[in-house]
């Protein structure tokens, strides 16, 4: 079965870096665009970025671009966020979602979530 | 950037009850709006995809339709399990960007 699994939240101080990963398993991860979303607490969703299925393209919200860098390792079945210069308003649960293939784009599978807090 | 704008904010609605949530797109996205339900504390369930397409193991009470910037959700019959917040995304370019959400309260 599809699953996609979030790592690598916590707390971390203002202008600090953080690293999440996201482990795919069950479908041929090197065929597919994944994204992130994340959720602040209590508030809507918000896209954050994409990357491509060979990692060749990656596009970024204006809210994380320069901050944030997308990578993914198809050898490993995993997908990669590098945050630098974090903020407080950065502090949400961050969710990897797959892309769906064909005539679909929207995120079919998405993880569990990963907590970031940004905090002094 | 699209701006895509959901009305309403918030709805209480009875069992049975159809509902509609709107969803506008400040240009044109031709098909590429999709759906999501979200239940608290857990990550958003794909619906529909462009604009009229049930994701696979959707009940057929839930529906899309409109096109170019005007869009609709509707549950034909609202069951007490469809309490949640609904969210409508375009995927016709980056950024892929949400609307604020709609929260669906049973009477």
């Known amino acids: 079965q599809v699953q996609l699994v979030e790592s690598g939240g916590g707390v971390v101080q203002p202008g600090r870096s953080l690293r999440l990963s996201c482990a795919a398993s069950?479908?041929?991860?090197?065929?597919?665009?994944v994204h992130w979303v994340r959720q602040a607490p209590g508030k809507g969703l918000e896209w954050v970025a994409v990357?491509?299925?060979?990692?060749?393209?990656?596009y970024y919200a204006d809210s994380v671009k320069g901050r944030f860098t997308l990578s993914r390792d198809n050898s490993k079945n995993t997908l990669y966020v590098q945050m630098n210069s974090l903020r407080p308003e950065d502090t949400a649960v961050y969710y990897c979602?797959?892309?769906?293939?064909?005539?679909?784009?929207?995120?079919?599978?998405w993880g569990q979530g990963t907590l970031v807090t940004v905090s002094s | 950037d699209i701006q895509m704008t959901q009305s309403p904010s918030s709805l209480s609605a009875s069992v049975g009850d159809r509902v509609t949530i709107t969803c506008r797109a400040s240009?044109?996205?031709?098909?590429?709006l999709n759906w999501y339900q979200q239940k608290p504390g857990k990550a958003p369930k794909l619906l529909i995809y462009v604009a009229s397409s049930l994701q696979s193991g959707v009940p057929s009470r839930f529906s899309g339709g409109g096109s170019g910037t005007a869009f609709t959700l509707t549950i034909s019959s609202l069951q007490p399990e469809d309490s949640a917040a609904y969210y409508c995304?375009?995927?016709?370019?980056?950024?892929?960007?949400f609307g604020q959400g709609t929260k669906v309260e049973i009477k």
């Open positions: 979602a797959r892309q769906c293939a064909g005539d679909c784009s929207g995120f079919d599978y």
């Open positions: 990357i491509s299925f060979d990692g060749g393209e990656k």
């Open positions: 069950g479908f041929t991860f090197s065929s597919y665009s």
């Open positions: 240009q044109s996205i031709d098909r590429y």
């Open positions: 995304q375009q995927s016709y370019n980056p950024p892929y960007t």
